[in-house]
């Protein structure tokens, strides 16, 4: 009997150390506290990381907004105080979500004491900003269009990304005594600087809200070529995209790197190579409204006779006639020459790989056509450009005759240190006209704002020159009163102030049923606006 107890005992006591020696393993071991951690811990993926857009001036143009969460409790715990803090059309989500083993994320209109609250950056806000040039994102983060899209590989390496841990209980329930804890994962803090002023952006944008319905605006700086402004219309919800496929508006279609029909805003470029193959801008030519080309009719606006003008005063009146005689008497190569180191018919770089459409320019042996000549000699025909080609194009006679091409990407930036790391300004720069013949030009071209078609583009402060543009696009749309008619895309390209021009600005008006000069008035009220910037800056900047 006591041999038994002592074999009892023994076995027991073997069986007691067998345990103790479990527990101790498993107390050290760390792959199962690691487990069991897994187990209790919850990780809520708050926002993925992504570079931001800048301004020139280190303004940011997204996540200027952050917006608050908290994270509630399943099983309907604090749904009564959340249910008041969410929005209206949040509350059936809170709603579904209460009845989960799990916590989550839920968004509220405003930080309150009672709750633990974690801010989350907004990519485009309320206001955004530039959306066609900055393009979206997708549910997945990618970048779908624009810069956006562009430059998806720095930006998606560029921004912190955000987690929300939390200790959790076998019911889904927060661990009583842990609070939620947010974990930054770091990024490289690279954004993208663009060349945009957000300040000069904003005005554009608001003078299109209010006068253009469906169009682009592009505003370079004069002396850099640098895109201070670029704005299409219609806009869209960058948050929302799917509202503007639904509402098939063409609103996601950015007009300023989009190819159009041009018009007489093309004129002065036969005018400057005239000048350049020594042609006198006195000589007259006598227009009667029309002109016949091997046995084809050619007329002027509303057959309008303007009699005898000299270079000067087609390009004031807008002479068809005038052009296309004096487009025969060109050399064909130089003009194909002068139009291809002005970018015509090729794709626009605009910096960091980010590009305009390439439009299309005749060859030379269609131009070899006389007809085809005519046409083309009044900016219509094959001839197709974007605002942004027309802007870098008319800026050579704001810079002294030198042509510079068009940046709209800066480069990318250090977002701690607001620094450069990589700059991708570097122009072609290539002189078109002799400074002499640019002064010339540039004095017609004032004088079509003074005198000529273009008389509302007159700015109420300083002087500005420019050119107006009517082209027939071969589409037919309604007008006001539903009937069928042709469809043009008025212009107006100038630069502004003309005496030192600091502004070059593009103005295109699409799909409008009538010839209109809607586009000079628009023009106008930019400038007396950036009249007003400019003299705030100089004001602020004393």
């Known amino acids: 009997m006591q041999k038994r107890l002592i074999a009892v005992y023994g076995a027991c006591l073997f069986l007691f150390m067998v345990l103790l020696c479990s527990i101790w393993n498993v107390s050290v ?47 309907g715990e604090g749904y009564q105080e959340l249910f008041d803090l969410v929005s209206e059309e949040d509350r059936e989500t809170l709603y579904l979500e209460s009845f989960k083993l799990n916590p989550f994320l839920v968004e509220i209109l405003k930080s309150t004491e009672n709750l ?8 485009y806000g309320d206001y955004p900003i530039a959306v066609h040039t900055i393009g979206y994102i997708n549910g997945a983060g990618d970048g779908v269009d624009g810069a956006e899209k562009a430059f998806d590989g720095i930006l998606k390496r560029g921004g912190d990304s955000s987690s929300i841990l939390c200790r959790v209980c076998a019911n ?48 370079l700086e004069s002396s850099t070529a640098k895109v201070l402004a670029n704005v299409s219309m219609p806009q869209y919800d960058p948050e929302n995209v799917q509202e503007s496929i639904r509402k098939q508006d063409t609103a996601l279609l950015d007009r300023t790197v989009s190819a159009y029909n041009v018009g007489s805003v093309f004129k002065p470029f036969l005018a400057a190579l005239a000048l350049e193959e020594g042609i006198d801008p006195a000589e007259t030519y006598e227009c009667r409204g029309y002109i016949e080309v091997n046995g084809h009719i050619y007329e002027c606006a509303h057959q309008t006779a303007h009699g005898v003008v000299d270079m000067q005063g087609a390009l004031e009146k807008s002479c068809n006639c005038y052009f296309i005689q004096l487009g025969k008497k060109l050399d064909m190569d130089r003009l194909c020459d002068m139009a291809a180191l002005l970018g015509f018919g090729e794709a626009t770089p605009l910096g960091g790989g980010l590009a305009a459409a390439a439009g299309y320019f005749p060859t030379r042996e269609t131009l070899n056509n006389t007809g085809e000549l005519a046409t083309f000699s009044f900016g219509q025909g094959q001839l197709l450009a974007t605002p942004i080609q027309i802007a870098a194009y008319f800026n050579t006679f704001a810079n002294d005759g030198v042509y510079l091409s068009p940046t709209l990407a800066q480069g990318i930036q250090d977002t701690d240190t ?3 790391t990589e700059d991708w300004y570097h122009p072609s720069k290539i002189r078109l006209l002799s400074g002499t013949n640019n002064e010339k030009l540039k004095q017609m071209l004032i004088g079509v704002v003074e005198e000529g078609l273009a008389k509302k583009a007159k700015p109420a402060f300083e002087t500005a020159a420019g050119k107006t543009g009517t082209a027939q696009t071969g589409r037919f749309g309604k007008d006001e009163n539903g009937d069928r008619t042709e469809l043009y895309n008025s212009w107006f390209a100038g630069f502004y102030p003309a005496e030192n021009p600091r502004y070059t600005i593009v103005i295109l008006k699409d799909d409008v049923t009538r ?11 930019l400038c007396n606006r950036l009249y007003f910037y400019d003299e705030l800056w100089k004001e602020e900047n004393a």
């Open 172 to 219: 889904g329930k927060i661990q009583i005594g842990s609070e939620p804890t947010e974990y930054l994962e770091q990024g490289t803090h690279e954004g993208i600087r663009l060349t945009l002023d957000a300040d000069i952006q904003r005005i554009c944008e608001d003078v299109a809200a209010a006068l253009l319905p469906r169009g682009a605006i592009v505003v």
């Open 116 to 123: 633990l609250c974690f801010e989350k950056p907004v990519r």
């Open 29 to 75: 071991n760390a792959s199962y506290a690691a487990t069991v951690e897994r187990q209790t811990t919850r990780e809520l993926s708050f926002y993925h990381g992504r570079g931001d857009f800048y301004d020139r001036n280190g303004a940011l143009l997204t996540g200027l907004q952050r917006r608050v969460y908290t994270v509630a409790q399943p099983g």
């Open 418 to 420: 607001g620094a450069l």
């Open 515 to 525: 010839a209109s000069d809607d586009c000079t008035e628009i023009f106008a009220q």
